[in-house]
């Protein structure tokens, strides 16, 4: 039995797959364990809205604190 390992990736507000990672409205974070998705959050993240709003280091500061509160592994 492996560890498990929670990863993020952009989706839609559907669940689908979505492109732009630092511009992402909508963030998956699933925890995966044994080759097997065995949770799966969507968060509505709104980065596309805040990515101009602030500095840029702001916008990303907004990045690494969501990836820390969700202890994400991977992208």
Not at 5 to 21: E, I, K, M, N, R
Not at 48 to 74: N, Q, T, Y
Request: aromatic share 6%; glycine share 6%.
């Amino acid at each position: 039995m492996s560890a498990a390992l929670v990863v993020a990736t952009p989706v839609t507000a559907d669940g689908q797959s979505a492109a732009a990672f630092g511009r992402a409205h909508w963030l998956a974070v699933a925890t995966v364990a044994d080759a097997a998705i065995t949770a799966w959050q969507i968060h509505e993240v709104a980065w596309d809205e805040s990515h101009d709003a602030g500095s840029h280091g702001s916008h990303h500061a907004r990045i690494v604190r969501f990836l820390r509160e969700h202890e994400i592994a991977a992208l």
